[in-house]
């Protein structure tokens, strides 16, 4: 039997169990209303992201040093040619917001999916095979707890150049520590279940037990890990922009477009307010999603 091949014919109750449980686990999450606004607020980020440049065709990049510091259109002094404003170059803020969606979206489900694969991997390893590899692993989560986090990605960034693809892997190798604890604890108890131990006795290698009959049921858990993380990858660029040492200049970046305006914030507030809002709106309707996915997931410990 290869790792691709079917279960064994003794596990299909188990199995048929497990995808119950699953589609009772999907259920509620579609109608746990913070599934819902969460998945909402995303799904509008998303839209906006890949739409949004497309009918809003302003360049982000063009200067426009006499049309500088424009105020929104909402105020008396605005124009609808700028609905945002302009910033202290001229640059239009509204088709900077959303280009700045998709590096914020894209810095935030890259940094997770590495983070992912290096957390699940290191977890199932160390929660189905134990002993010295269990140690080892654990060792390494210490000394990677023990490491100083925002200054170690800012040392990595400004040695290894800023630019998105770098930001994305800089974050992603030093945020995996919650897939790990997460799937470590989960392995450790499927490992003991009378199923897993008859696809042992059955001859089942160690690789088709982990792809067959703990992974599927680590998935729920590692997609609520992923929204979270995804919203801590967001924060994470936004405040490594704002000190300089993430995505460089003149990409637009929501914490770039903040620090650029933290000089004039009290005599133009939109600079600052408007990427700080639309921060604030993506992360919390992320976090809102995977605290509704937690809660379908693991009903158990919901408060």
Same mark, same amino acid.
């Given at each position: @039997?290869? @790792?691709?091949?079917?279960? !064994?014919?003794?596990?299909?109750?188990?199995?048929?169990?497990?995808?119950?449980?699953?589609?009772?686990? %999907?259920?509620?999450? %579609?109608?746990?209303?913070?599934?819902?606004?969460?998945?909402?607020?995303?799904?509008?980020?998303?839209?906006?992201?890949?739409?949004?440049?497309?009918?809003? #065709?302003?360049?982000? +990049?063009?200067?426009?040093? @006499?049309?500088?510091? &424009?105020?929104?259109? %909402?105020?008396?002094?605005?124009? =609808?040619?700028?609905?945002?404003?302009?910033?202290? =170059?001229?640059?239009?803020?509204?088709?900077?917001?959303?280009?700045?969606?998709?590096?914020?979206?894209?810095?935030?489900?890259?940094?997770?999916?590495?983070?992912?694969?290096?957390?699940?991997?290191?977890?199932?390893?160390?929660? /189905? /095979?134990?002993?010295?590899?269990?140690?080892?692993?654990?060792?390494?989560? *210490?000394?990677? =707890?023990?490491? !100083?986090? &925002?200054?170690?990605?800012?040392?990595? $960034? +400004? /040695?290894?150049? !800023?630019?998105?693809? *770098?930001?994305?892997?800089?974050?992603?190798? &030093?945020?995996?520590?919650?897939?790990?604890?997460?799937?470590? #604890?989960?392995?450790?108890?499927?490992?003991? &279940?009378? +199923?897993?131990?008859?696809?042992?006795?059955?001859?089942?290698?160690?690789?088709?037990?982990?792809?067959?009959?703990?992974?599927?049921?680590?998935?729920?858990? $590692?997609?609520?890990?992923?929204?979270?993380?995804?919203?801590?990858?967001?924060?994470?660029?936004?405040?490594?922009?704002?000190?300089?040492?993430?995505?460089?200049?003149?990409?637009?970046?929501?914490?770039?477009?903040?620090?650029?305006?933290?000089?004039?914030?009290?005599?133009?507030?939109?600079?600052?307010?408007?990427?700080?809002?639309?921060? /604030?709106?993506?992360?919390?309707?992320?976090? @809102?999603?995977?605290?509704?996915?937690?809660?379908?997931?693991?009903?158990?410990?919901?408060?």
């Amino acid at each position: @039997m290869t @790792m691709m091949d079917p279960p !064994p014919a003794a596990e299909a109750v188990a199995i048929a169990s497990a995808q119950a449980r699953r589609r009772k686990a %999907w259920e509620r999450a %579609w109608h746990n209303p913070s599934v819902r606004i969460g998945g909402g607020i995303v799904l509008l980020w998303l839209i906006a992201a890949v739409i949004g440049p497309w009918l809003w #065709t302003a360049d982000p +990049y063009a200067q426009h040093l @006499m049309e500088r510091m &424009l105020p929104p259109a %909402w105020d008396l002094r605005g124009s =609808l040619a700028h609905p945002f404003g302009t910033d202290h =170059l001229g640059r239009d803020v509204l088709s900077r917001l959303l280009h700045g969606a998709r590096i914020s979206l894209s810095i935030g489900f890259g940094a997770a999916l590495v983070g992912a694969l290096i957390g699940v991997t290191l977890g199932t390893c160390a929660g /189905f /095979f134990g002993g010295r590899v269990d140690q080892g692993v654990m060792f390494l989560l *210490t000394c990677k =707890l023990a490491l !100083p986090g &925002l200054l170690l990605s800012m040392t990595l $960034i +400004y /040695f290894l150049k !800023p630019s998105v693809l *770098t930001v994305i892997g800089v974050i992603g190798v &030093l945020h995996w520590t919650l897939y790990l604890i997460v799937t470590r #604890t989960s392995t450790m108890q499927i490992r003991g &279940l009378d +199923y897993v131990r008859a696809s042992m006795v059955a001859g089942a290698s160690p690789r088709q037990v982990i792809a067959w009959d703990i992974l599927p049921n680590l998935a729920g858990s $590692i997609l609520v890990v992923f929204t979270l993380e995804v919203a801590v990858s967001i924060l994470s660029e936004a405040s490594l922009s704002f000190l300089g040492v993430g995505v460089p200049s003149p990409t637009p970046s929501w914490g770039l477009m903040i620090a650029e305006g933290k000089s004039s914030m009290f005599l133009r507030p939109w600079l600052v307010a408007l990427p700080g809002l639309a921060l /604030f709106f993506l992360v919390i309707g992320v976090n @809102m999603l995977g605290d509704g996915l937690r809660d379908a997931v693991q009903p158990q410990v919901k408060d």
